[in-house]
Structure formats: C-alpha cells, structure tokens
C-alpha cells in the first residue's frame, strides 16, 4: 500500500516554516465555487485520520447523512488509489476517529459547538485533535465567529480547518498580500492554502504561511479526479 | 352510496397520552350519529369508549391498535384511523401514518406540548400529513389556550393561528367564539348536540377583533385575493377558508381549534374544519413502487377509472372473521371483482365489502380511490399491496429485514397451547417482520422480530387478545458465525454397511467471504469427481452453513473451493458426497479460526438539545459508536451504531435520563465481530444454554 501522508494535499505544508498547522491556530483552505473545497477538506481530515488522529467534522450546511457519503466515497476512492488492503480494518477504525456535528437550518452558535465539544469529552472521553468546519458563511460570518473558533482551537488544544469561498470577480488582497474574503481577519489565521484550478491542471497553493514569507513557488499539483499529490 | 373522492377525508388523531383524543373519537361518532350513546374511555360503565376496541386498550385506557372508523359530516365522510398514543408502538403508528391525509393534533390546555405531542408530531412531519390543532380541556383548573398556542410555534416551528378565542376558561367555559363568522356558539342540549349562534359577548368583543386580525393576517400569507379584499375592507368568510385550507395542506399554516370533548364543548365545529382545511385524497400525492421496474416510484392518480392499487394497512380477527382494512389509492372495487396480491400474485375475489366503524360493520357494493373499506375472508399479510392485475404496483417495499432477536414461548396449560398458535399464526399475517419456528433441540417454540418491545407487544397480546397464558425465556440475540482464516479440507467419507457402500472424497479449501455471501467454486479438473456429484456437495456445504459449530448459530457465507476429490464407480453416490462435504467441512471449519458476528443496530435518538450529553453517554456505555449529532433548533439526532445484545431495556433507560423526551428508533445495520473478550464469555453462555436445552 502506498503512504497517504506521501501524496496527501497536505503534503503542501512541508513547504511552510513550521510544516504543520499545528494545535491552537485556524487554517482555511480557499477555492471559487466548484473546485471542490468539500472534498479537499476532507482529503485534510483523511491526512489526519491516517496519522491515527482523531477528529470533529463540524457541518453548517449538509446533513450527517451526506457529510458520511461524502467520505465513504472519497474512502473507497483511496482504498483503489493507495491499493489499500486492511479496507475494512481502516474504515472501521477511522468511522471511531471521526465524529460529526451537524447544525442545520443556521442553528449554529460557537456557544454550542464550545458545549458540544466538552459533551464528547467528559461524556465519551472523544477528544479530538482536529476540527474541520464545512459550510461556513466565510465571507458575511462575524468577526466574533472566527475569535471563537480562535478560542475554541486553544481551549480544547485542536488545529482547525475551515474552508471560504472565492469569487472570480473580486479580486481584492490586504496589504500582507491575502486575498478576499481572508484578508478580513488574516490575522487570526495561521494558514491559508488556496485550491485553484487551470488550464495546466489543479493546485494547492501556500498563501499564509503563519508568521513567515510564504516561499516562492510554494505549491503542489494534484490529480483532479483524487485530489492527491501528483509526483 | 360512494362518496365524492373530493368530499372524502381520511384524518388520524394524534396526541399526547391522556390529552382526550379516543373521547374526542367518541363525541365525533356521536355527533355524526354514528353511536347513540357516550361512553368514557376508562369504561367505568363497562362498555368503553367505542374506538378503543381491543380489550387491551379499553383496559388501560390507551389507543394499541389502530381500529379504523368511518362517519359522514356536511356531506363528507370522513375516515377516522385511531392512530397509537404511544411511543412503544410505532410499526402501528407507522402504517396508521401511511394511509392518512391528514390529522387533527389533540393538545391538553393545561399540560400544552408534551414529550408525546413533540413525537407524534415529529411522525406526522415525517411522513408531511398537514394537520389542524384542538386544544382540548379548556375547562380545566389552569387551562391557558393562549399558551398552548405559543409552545405550537415555538416548540414545533408550527405557524399555529387561533381560529377561535374562548368563552370563558376552566369551570366557566361555556362555548367559542368562531373569528371567521365572528359569532358565540353555545353547545346546548343534551350532550352538547344543540348549537346555538348568538352575538360575541362584550367584554370578549375587543379580544375577538384582535384575534381576527391575527388570524387574517396569517392566512392572508396564503392568498392574494384574501390580502386585497382585507384591504379594500370586504373579507367574505369564503375567501378566509381558502386561504386557511392552502396554508394548511401546504403544512405551512396550523388553523387551531379549542374546547373541550367530555364537556360537549367545541367538538362540531372542528368537524367543520375536518372538511374545510384538511386535504381530500386528490390533494395528497401518493407514490407507489413499480415491481416491474425494479421499484421505480410511480406517482398515483385518485383516479375511479384507473387501474386499482390498494394496501391492506391491517388485519383484524373479529367474530365476522379475518378483516382486511384497505385503502384504496388508484381505481375502484366491487363485489365479486378478482384481485391479485403484488407480492404472491395469487387471485382473491371480493366476497363482501364494508365499511367498518369501530368494531361494527356496514356492508357496500362498490368503493372508489380514497376510500377506506374493509374486506372479509382475503388470505393476505399486512402490507400486502392488491391491483386489478393490470400493475404490479407495491405500496411498500416488498424487502423484509430478517428478525434480530429471539424469545422462547412456552404455553402454561394445554387450553393455551391451541390459542397460542392461534395467535401466532395471526402475527406472522399481520406482520412480516415477525416470526415464528420450533427450535427442534429444545422443542421450543420460538418467537424472533425486530427488537425487544416489538416482541413485548405480542406477547402481551397473546394473552388479551386470544387468552393464551405463556411463559416467555429471556430475549436471545441472534448471532451468527464466520471463518477468519483461509483453511484446507481433504476428507473421505467411506463406510461399508453390508449392502451397497459410500464413497466420496473432497479436498479444496474455505476460505472468509468479502461479501458474507456463500460461493462455491468447482476447480475439478480431469473428472476426479463426475459432474454429477458436484451439486451433492454444494449442498452438503450448504446445509452446514445452517448452523455452526462454534456456538450452533448459521454461519454467514464463506467462499468454498473444490479443486481435487476421487470416487468409487460402485460405491460413490449424491448421498456419499454430500456427506463427504459435511466432513470436509467439519475439519477444516476450526482451522478455518470462526469468530462471533453480532446485529448492530443503527439507533437514532432524537431529544431536547439539553439531554445530548446524556443521549452520548448512554450509547457510549452500550458499546455504541456515535457517528453523528445533528441540531436543529431545539432538538438534536445523535446517530449511532450499538450492539443489540447491549440494546435491552434502553427504552426505560432512556427515559429516565430525559425525562421522557427524548424517542429512539432502531433498525439493522450490520454484522460485526464481537470483542474477543466479550466472545468467549458468550461461548460459554451459549454452550451452557444448548446443553441446557437438550436436557
């Protein structure tokens, strides 16, 4: 079987200083519509269930049903890409790692998901190592979302992914060089990576590398049907 | 007479235990003249309320089984299927639900929205039966309509709208003013049966035109020709009905009605809007599955001229004898028509057709699409689908879960040795998911389904409904076997009796199967054994897979391969090599490393949002897997996988830990291997029973 964490889009940040996220800070994978930010994200939670970590994914917009379709089909997508062999031994195991919370109908509160979290702790002893946080409103979600996700990430000491949505037409970067809508509170983020699609194929770019230069040419292509590193 | 379809009404009444609802049933039938006499539902003068026709129900009180009733109100009929009050029973909640278009939401004006209202509610949301609500009880100490009002839209997101106001409350109830005519009704006479209209009191006037304005206001929402006419001044009452009948079949609109059942209060003018604001068959879309196209849903038409399709949603035994409820979809019956059930295509033809009214019937010639008949005499399960034979159309999904759970039956006394099969075969009719066989080592009689209350209940019933007094053994799990390794077989099976000899010899290998599907794989090559015999081996194989030999539980596939083997040109026959590949089996099975699979389940439990720590934990301690929790608003659905041997008794654990808030539902999921620890315990435990049980 071949090493996810070889060819895994988070191969990316061996690149950046630090060459992890790391526990305490927020990450945001960046992408226009259709590029498959949903599934990138989960090719970051997969990379982590590979290292035997446990995670939260946090859902704002699908229902559980589907965030769980979303990974058995990117799962059995590995299982041929990687030649994987113990299928059901992993899947089993990564099922137990992985919890969803689900917040439908815009039911979702930092308040609850701060509740929620202690509930898995001290009710089932999950504690998590990372959250991954799809469906966020990025571009209209409040200044005090991102600070309790900041707060969220140092109290239960978890790195988190969250993802925002790009547009074409507004093209728009701070003065430390983020584009829109992350230039609004780049600086309570640690990292930003954008997925970007083009004529030469797809890549994942290094865009906010913590409190470092991001290093010319800091990108890997990835194989679009996958999502995995091209080597 | 056949009614309009149009004029047709099939509503349920839901609501939290001992808000009125099987008295509200009472004084319906009573009103539309279908009885003449009221009873109460604790039957203090031994008859019993007239809906509540087991005897089960009568005696506790409670609404099991969904008898279905018709009755005839401003030339409509209306079909009342008297939906379960309880959360136990929800296969009857369940198929009561499939035939409904509508529903009438009984709450309590003291008590408001209770953990039963938020469930029954939740299922009629489920299945999308728009509803109207009636606050019943407002002439008890501390009734407060307004309230209940407030908990139907904050509690279940209902956009709920008085349609009445009170006159009076608790003791001095005395009748309701209706805001679309803006008119007092006063209920006189004996049992209420009078109704006399008079001018709104005037202290209640100001309160009364406040109230309109509310309610115009939300049925305005649902009509534009409403929205003018309010604003030109020139509301007709006929104008309020539509936009009212729109916002409530849209299930965007809860018209409310008060009053109170025992006091003959307010009961004929939610008849009223039975007819007015819940939908005819011909505004609810029914889906069927075509079988022919691999169940491919087919929307119905409520068409008489069209092919039929009807479902047989219950059987009842009565002193008429086995009685099918059906509801007809699509097309019409007559006496003496041919009909052919979907799932076995057998024939049946249409001795007599009635309607049924409780437990008293009323015979008809002819029933149409939307209707609610009963038939006499047709052999038939609940859930069977009937067309004319021109479809192969199935209500429901013919695939049936196999049962997950067991318990052994033993009648006390002969008598009850008959009934008790009586009432078994009933069961296994009514309900495919249970099932019945004798277990030929210890002789007993055992009875498996789909979860332990699911058994609970027909035990119970045994016992009230046919008199048979049974002991029952402790629920039993239904495991299964499987090998884990790849293991080699050679094995001849030689015997010499006197006459003719056997001969047969196998050798190939088994090998654990990806799919939990049995496969056999013939690699003979060069003759070694005729063609002829292969088939008796595959079916020695097979028939070992029946039972295994690590706890005497079937074994769930396995991939077997044949690749060499020799015979005797005499002495070889079927017999010799079907019993060669028992042998076969039998030495390579424990090579083979069997392990232990259990049922999980897949349980979801829906709750207030406060008791999801404490829903977590519970599942947590049951060796559950938690996939997921979902929040919406006030209530979370925590997902789950958990054994079903850890699975007994949840229903009161649950319970307690939210204070009855919280509903579960569980199906099959999968086959999982159990711990190794938790394995060998079980080997032992289920050892000991089979010596126990060959005693």
């Known amino acids: 079987m071949q090493d996810f964490i070889d060819i895994s889009p988070l191969k990316l940040l061996e690149m950046s200083s630090r060459k992890e996220l790391g526990r305490g800070k927020l990450g945001v994978l960046m992408a226009r519509a259709g590029v498959g930010k ?5 090719h970051i939670a997969f990379d982590k269930l590979f290292r035997g970590e446990k995670l939260v994914h946090i859902s704002l917009e699908d229902a559980p049903e589907k965030v769980t379709s979303y990974y058995n089909v990117i799962f059995y997508d590995l299982v041929k890409a990687l030649d994987m062999k113990n299928e059901t031994e992993n899947k089993m195991l990564f099922d137990r790692n992985r919890m969803i919370l689900a917040y439908m109908n815009r039911s979702f509160k930092i308040k609850r998901l701060k509740e929620n979290l202690k509930t898995l702790v001290d009710k089932i002893e999950f504690l998590p190592d990372s ?8 571009e209209n979600a409040d200044r005090d979302i991102f600070e309790g996700f900041k707060e969220l990430a140092s109290e239960f000491n978890v790195e988190i992914w969250s993802s925002a949505l790009s547009h074409r037409h507004i093209t728009d970067v701070n003065e430390r060089g983020i584009p829109y809508p992350c230039s609004r509170v780049d600086d309570l983020l640690s990292i930003v990576i954008q997925l970007q699609s083009t004529q030469s194929g797809v ?21 679009p049907n996958t999502f995995l590193v091209v080597t | 007479m056949t009614p309009e379809i149009e004029h047709i009404r099939n509503i349920g009444i839901s609501a939290h235990i001992d808000s009125g609802k099987t008295t509200l049933s009472e004084r319906i039938l009573y009103y539309t003249k279908r009885i003449f006499a009221v009873h109460e539902v604790k039957g203090k003068d031994g008859v019993g309320a007239t809906m509540d026709s087991m005897e089960l129900e009568r005696e506790r009180g409670i609404t099991i089984s969904s008898a279905a009733t018709y009755c005839e109100w401003n030339n409509h009929t209306i079909n009342i299927i008297d939906t379960p009050g309880h959360v136990d029973f929800t296969i009857e909640v369940e198929r009561s639900l499939r035939v409904l278009d509508g529903s009438i939401l009984v709450l309590c004006a003291v008590g408001g929205v209770q953990s039963q209202t938020i469930t029954v509610d939740r299922q009629m949301n489920r299945y999308k039966v728009p509803r109207i609500a009636f606050i019943n009880k407002c002439d008890r100490a501390g009734a407060n309509p307004g309230r209940v009002v407030e908990q139907l839209c904050a509690r279940l997101n209902h956009n709920a709208v008085l349609m009445q106001i009170p006159i009076g409350l608790e003791g001095e109830l005395a009748g309701v003013v209706d805001l679309v005519s803006m008119r007092a009704i006063y209920f006189e006479g004996p049992y209420g049966g009078d109704l006399r209209s008079d001018d709104i009191p005037d202290y209640l006037l100001d309160d009364a035109r406040k109230a309109r304005e509310v309610m115009l206001d939300a049925a305005s929402m649902f009509s534009d020709r409403l929205m003018e006419a309010i604003i030109e001044g020139d509301v007709s009452s006929g104008l309020i009905h539509e936009a009212i009948r729109t916002g409530t079949i849209s299930r965007e609109l809860t018209p409310v009605f008060l009053g109170a059942a025992y006091k003959n209060i307010g009961v004929q003018p939610l008849l009223d809007a039975v007819t007015l604001y819940l939908p005819s068959p011909m505004d609810v879309k029914n889906i069927a599955l075509d079988l022919e196209q691999e169940e491919k849903e087919v929307v119905l038409v409520s068409e008489p001229s069209a092919p039929l399709v009807a479902l047989a949603f219950k059987l009842e035994v009565t002193p008429y004898g086995q009685l099918t409820y059906l509801r007809i979809y699509q097309g019409s019956i007559k006496k003496g028509d041919d009909l052919v059930n979907t799932r076995d295509r057998k024939r049946v033809k249409v001795g007599r057709l009635a309607r049924m009214h409780a437990d008293k019937m009323e015979e008809i010639s002819i029933a149409r699409a939307g209707d609610i008949v009963t038939l006499f005499g047709v052999e038939c399960y609940s859930g069977d689908t009937f067309t004319d034979g021109r479809l192969r159309y199935a209500m429901t999904s013919i695939f049936v879960p196999e049962p997950v759970i067991s318990l052994s039956v033993s009648p006390k006394d002969n008598k009850s040795e008959i009934k008790m099969a009586k009432a078994i075969n009933r069961f296994v009719r009514e309900d495919p998911t249970f099932r019945s066989y004798v277990d030929h080592e210890s002789g007993e009689n055992i009875i498996s389904g789909m979860g332990e209350l699911h058994l609970e ?5 045994m016992k009230r409904e046919f008199g048979a007094e049974v002991e029952t053994g402790m629920p039993q799990v239904s495991y299964r076997e499987a090998i884990s390794a790849r293991a080699e077989f050679d094995y001849i099976h030689k015997k010499q009796t006197g006459g003719a000899g056997q001969y047969g010899r196998v050798a190939g290998f088994m090998e654990p199967s990806e799919d939990g599907v049995y496969e056999f794989i013939n690699s003979i090559k060069g003759g070694v054994i005729p063609t002829e015999y292969i088939p008796a081996i595959d079916k020695g194989f097979k028939s070992c897979l029946k039972k295994g030999r690590l706890i005497g539980f079937p074994v769930l596939g396995m991939k077997i391969t044949i690749n060499d083997g020799q015979f005797h ?11 060669a590949a028992i042998g ?29 720590g404490n829903v977590m934990a519970s599942i947590n301690q049951r060796r559950g897997i938690i996939i997921s929790s979902a929040e919406d608003g006030m209530f979370t659905n925590v997902e789950s996988e958990v054994p079903l041997a850890e699975m007994f008794g949840y229903a009161t654990a649950l319970r307690s830990l939210t204070q009855g808030k919280a509903e579960f539902t569980m199906e099959f999921s999968k086959y999982q291997k159990v711990p190794e620890s938790i394995a060998e315990e079980l080997k032992k435990t289920l050892v000991e029973r089979s010596k126990g049980g060959k005693k």
Request: glycine share 2%; proline share 6%.
């Open chain 1, 38 to 42: 949903t599934a990138c994200l989960i």
């Open chain 2, 584 to 612: 076969a089996f039998n030495q390579a099975y424990f090579k083979a490393k069997p392990i232990i699979l259990e049922p999980i389940m897949k349980v979801s439990v829906e709750s207030p949002s406060e008791y999801q």
């Open chain 1, 203 to 223: 890549f994942l770019k290094l865009i906010k590398d913590h409190d470092s230069p991001v290093l010319p040419d800091a990108n890997v292509r990835l194989d």
């Open chain 1, 131 to 138: 959250l991954i946080v799809d469906g966020l409103d990025f």
């Open chain 2, 569 to 579: 040109s005499v002495d070889s026959s079927e017999l010799a090599f079907t019993q």
């Open chain 2, 457 to 461: 209940i027909y035990v119970e019933r």
